[in-house]
């Protein structure tokens, strides 16, 4: 199994600041027949089911603001809020599909 | 909109058994695979099962296998998680989420249900 490990487990960052999450999977997730990243990262809120927010590791969403990026390959990924909102506090889960489905734990983002 | 409503969950023994229904609307259901997710309280995100848009294909992950069973209706709309043997650990809110793309078990969930409370207590 592919086991997803995000950091940090938290995280505080002021107002307009930039906020990055990272993740690294136990194996790549990268297929070489397409080139693709089988890696997407979600927003989950209090009480809310989680939002998809990016796919193929770096394709945003329709509807998600530009402030949200996703980079990486192979095994290592990072999320990026360029400047982070109020609204924009929330956990952030990671996930591959390359292997079935596994998430990472999670990454609960705070304001400072 | 495009919708998923679970339906099913509730308070079981262990040892119990308990069937959670997705409700899916205003998307062709019968294109797309489907999965069950769910989330212990205070924890994190965890598949549990998928099954391929006719029904043929279903996989589990390893701690519910051989106790659930994942099934769907297309004519009816209707996914379903048949869950036997039931664990205190099994105690989630389980969530059916659907891929961002049709006939396609390998993408990112795009559509969930807002969940249902599966409470496995004595």
């Known amino acids: 199994d592919i086991v997803m490990t995000q950091s940090p487990d938290s995280l505080a960052v002021s107002l307009g600041e930039r906020a990055t999450i990272n993740c690294k999977s136990s194996?790549?997730?990268?297929?070489?027949?397409?080139?693709?990243?089988?890696l997407a990262w979600y927003q989950q809120k209090p009480g809310q089911p989680p939002k998809l927010l990016i796919y193929?590791?770096?394709t945003r969403e329709s509807g998600v603001p530009d402030r949200f990026s996703g980079s990486g390959s192979g095994t290592d990924f990072t999320l990026t809020i360029s400047s982070l909102q109020a609204e924009d506090v929330a956990v952030y889960y990671c996930?591959?599909?390359?292997?079935?489905?596994?998430f990472g734990q999670g990454t609960n983002l705070e304001i400072k | 909109q495009v919708q998923l409503v679970e339906s099913g969950g509730g308070l079981v023994k262990p040892g119990g058994s308990l069937r959670l229904s997705c409700a899916a609307s205003?998307?062709?259901?019968?294109?797309?695979?489907m999965s069950w997710v769910r989330q212990g309280p205070g924890k994190g995100l965890e598949w549990v099962s998928y099954?391929?848009?006719?029904?043929?294909?279903?996989h589990y992950t390893d701690s519910v296998k051989g106790r659930f069973t994942i099934s769907r209706d297309n004519a009816k709309n209707s996914l379903y998680l048949q869950m036997n043997s039931l664990r205190v650990e099994d105690t989630a809110v389980y969530y059916c989420?659907?891929?961002?793309?049709?006939?396609?078990?390998?993408?990112?969930?795009?559509?969930w249900g807002q969940g249902t409370m599966v409470t496995v207590s004595s």
């Open positions: 193929w590791a770096s």
């Open positions: 099954i391929s848009s006719g029904g043929s294909g279903r």
């Open positions: 996930q591959q599909y390359y292997d079935m489905y596994t």
């Open positions: 194996q790549s997730v990268l297929y070489s027949s397409n080139n693709k990243n089988y």
């Open positions: 989420a659907r891929p961002r793309v049709g006939n396609d078990a390998y993408d990112g969930f795009d559509i």
């Open positions: 205003r998307f062709t259901f019968s294109d797309y695979y």
